[in-house]
T-cell receptor, first 114, second 113 residues
């Protein structure tokens, strides 16, 4: 699975958009980009995933560049409850016999300030 | 609440003792994963099951660790002869093979004294 690079930490003001970048320059054609977050003392929470098109759900939007070498997770109106560690994970999905296990890096610690 | 439950939530044990953790996944999910997380690090994959079959184990899973999922529903993770280095959060996740998002439980925090 491709390696990802994320900033160690970011700050955002409450009510503003939080834009979290992720580099995955070695991503291959069958690999998806997944985002999870982990609020302190809880298990990770799935946010969103995509292959090459931009995606949006009730939690966030995912923008993937045309060359697929990087992506940005957007929380449109950050709240204090969005303070968490955000993990960008690249994973091959649907490969025969694959476990599709998640390989977590250290993620980005997002702090939303009042 | 994701629907994945883990028990106990906290466990303190003395070095050398055996411990067992239980995970109850979302009922229709046929995949179940175990991860371990130490302070300041992201979770690390330990093992996974599809139905009752254990299909992959990490090198992190020493022979003191054993996991089972006997009827393809709940799973147990046992650590024998615990060591201080086993102190960590043990996380369970489940997914449906046709949809790849994993849903995590709250974890079991193990402290070995």
């Amino acid at each position: 699975d491709a390696k990802t690079t994320q900033p160690t930490s970011m700050d955002c003001a409450e009510g503003r958009a939080a834009n979290l970048p992720c580099n995955h320059s070695t991503i291959s054609g069958n690999e998806y980009v997944y985002w999870y977050r982990q609020i302190h003392s809880q298990g990770p929470q799935y946010i969103i995933h995509g292959l090459k098109n931009n995606e949006t759900n009730e939690m966030a939007s995912l923008i993937i560049t045309e060359d697929r070498k990087s992506s940005t997770l957007i929380l449109p109106h950050a709240t204090l409850r969005d303070t968490a560690v955000y993990y960008c994970i690249v994973i091959g999905v649907g490969t025969q016999g694959g476990s599709e296990k998640l390989v977590f890096g250290k993620g980005t610690k997002l702090t939303v300030n009042p | 609440d994701t629907g994945v439950s883990q028990n106990p939530r906290h466990k303190i044990t003395k070095r050398g003792q055996n411990v067992t953790f239980r995970c109850d996944p979302i009922s229709e999910h046929n995949r179940l994963y175990w991860y371990r997380q130490t302070l300041g690090q992201g979770p690390e994959f330990l093992t996974y099951f599809q139905n009752e079959a254990q299909l992959e184990k990490s090198r992190l899973l020493s022979d003191r660790f054993s996991a089972e999922r006997p009827k393809g529903s709940f799973s147990t993770l046992e650590i024998q002869r615990t060591e201080q280095g086993d102190s960590a959060m043990y996380l369970c996740a489940s997914s449906w093979v046709a949809k790849h998002e994993q849903y995590f439980g709250p974890g079991t925090r193990l402290t070995v004294t």
